[in-house]
């Protein structure tokens, strides 16, 4: 118990530092725990404590902590593969190149000239999961879409594919039946035509109202509305627009899913790269009020609207959960709060599961197992379990 104490102590301390953010404005839109209310522990998670310190490369979310829908520069989750390239912002300049009739090398008040638009997106590392859950985050972004800038450019009628590099790059070992050639690489992900010249992604400069963090991909990145981390690439320095499907590292080969799927009765096991996120739900925290308990959750989804989201403890009947209205925007992650009423002291399980207006429910860990092999997109059930005092 004292170390519940402690740490919501810290938390009291953090919230006080956090609530004012980029303009003077409450960032966290409520504290993590009201007055008089305790964390439940969790007994699945490791023994002696979480250790979510961040390294120089890597920064994770306590998601025992969320204390409102926007999460703040300094708490976003952060990963990346070759380090933080550092962009002079001053000698920035964007290239856009390949199948376009103007080649264009457009700079950040280039970029900031332009019609710009805001959008309120959180998004996973499509390597999520476990109970500590700490690759997600939601930001409220601002920059131009990607269409804008390509239409300067005038995309040419051969154009097929949009190759977004990234100003970072390392060696790699690419594989031909055996034979290896190594070869200095810089992070890219594509966008099929149709998606690059809609309006959904856009190329950010702030978050939350300030300009990116070297973490966030400083000066500039792109954002898939509703896509996983990988493909929403940092320090976006060229789009290289081409006829040949792109086959990247990070888009073909590190970044891919195998799944089966029934076709015509028979199963077929697809290769295919990481892009929408698999509909999921996640418990972040159970607290404690006098003798009512409260399960709060998060949902990660491809921007389908959510039609339920339903909490089931040990094995009693699945029971309707309530979605925060401060998550409604459609790409931002949502929220959700069940009241547990009647729990009982000792060890209990408790589950959420989530349900799209497509009709898709999050499976159950052994219905994906049959269907998926590679670890990626976690998006199965996920039982917690927490002990009553
Ligand atoms: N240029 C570049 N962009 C990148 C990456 C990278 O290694 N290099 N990593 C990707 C991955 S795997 C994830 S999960 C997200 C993480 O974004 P964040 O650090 O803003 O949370 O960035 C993506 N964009
Ligand atoms: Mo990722």
């Avoid at 439940?40 to 961040?54: I, K, Y």
């Avoid at 985050?137 to 601002?142: D, E, I, M, V």
């Avoid at 697809?270 to 509909?279: D, H, S, V, W």
Wanted: proline share 6%; charged share 20%.
């Amino acid at each position: 118990m004292s170390t519940q104490t402690t740490r919501r102590e810290v938390l009291k301390g953090g919230a006080a530092i956090a609530a004012l953010g980029a303009f003077g404005l409450p960032e966290w839109g409520f504290p993590a725990l009201a007055q008089g209310e305790t964390l439940v522990a969790f007994t699945d998670l490791p023994e002696g404590g979480v250790n979510l310190q961040p390294t120089p490369d890597r920064r994770r979310l306590d998601i025992r902590d969320i204390d409102g829908p926007i999460t703040p520069a300094d708490k976003w989750f952060t990963t990346q593969h070759y380090g933080h390239p550092e962009i002079d912002r001053a000698t920035y300049r964007l290239r856009v190149s390949g199948l376009v009739d103007t080649p264009l090398e457009l700079s950040l008040a280039d970029l900031r000239a332009m019609p710009s638009r805001e959008l309120v997106f959180g998004f996973e590392c499509s390597g999520n999961g476990g109970p500590q859950n700490s690759l997600s985050s939601n930001g409220r972004w601002t920059g131009v879409s990607v269409s804008t800038v390509l239409e300067r450019a005038g995309v040419q009628a051969s154009a097929r594919e949009f190759v977004f590099f990234g100003a970072d790059h390392g060696e790699e070992e690419v594989v031909f039946r055996g034979r290896p050639s190594t070869v200095e690489q810089h992070y890219g992900r594509s966008l099929h035509r149709d998606l690059a010249l809609s309006n959904a992604p856009m190329l950010a400069y702030e978050l939350n109202g300030a300009p990116l963090s070297v973490h966030q991909g400083r000066p500039l990145r792109l954002l898939n509305p509703g896509w996983y981390g990988a493909p929403n690439v940092k320090w976006v320095s060229e789009i290289h627009v081409q006829e040949d499907q792109y086959l990247g590292k990070f888009q073909a080969r590190h970044y891919r899913t195998l799944k089966g799927e029934m076709v015509n009765g028979e199963m077929k096991w697809k290769e295919t790269a990481i892009t929408k996120m698999r509909l999921k739900s996640f418990i972040a925290r159970v607290t404690k009020m006098g003798n009512q308990h409260k399960v709060f959750g998060v949902i990660m989804h491809d921007g389908t609207p959510i039609r339920s989201v339903e909490v089931q403890v040990d094995d009693g009947p699945w029971q309707p959960a309530t979605l925060d209205p401060t998550t409604s925007e459609t790409y931002s992650w949502k929220f959700f709060n069940f009241d547990w009423n009647g729990a009982t002291p000792g060890e209990h399980t408790i589950t959420s599961r989530v349900t799209d207006t497509s009709g898709f429910m999050q499976p159950t860990a052994e219905a994906l197992s049959a269907v998926k092999k590679t670890f990626l997109e976690r998006n199965e059930q996920l039982p917690r379990t927490v002990m009553i005092a």
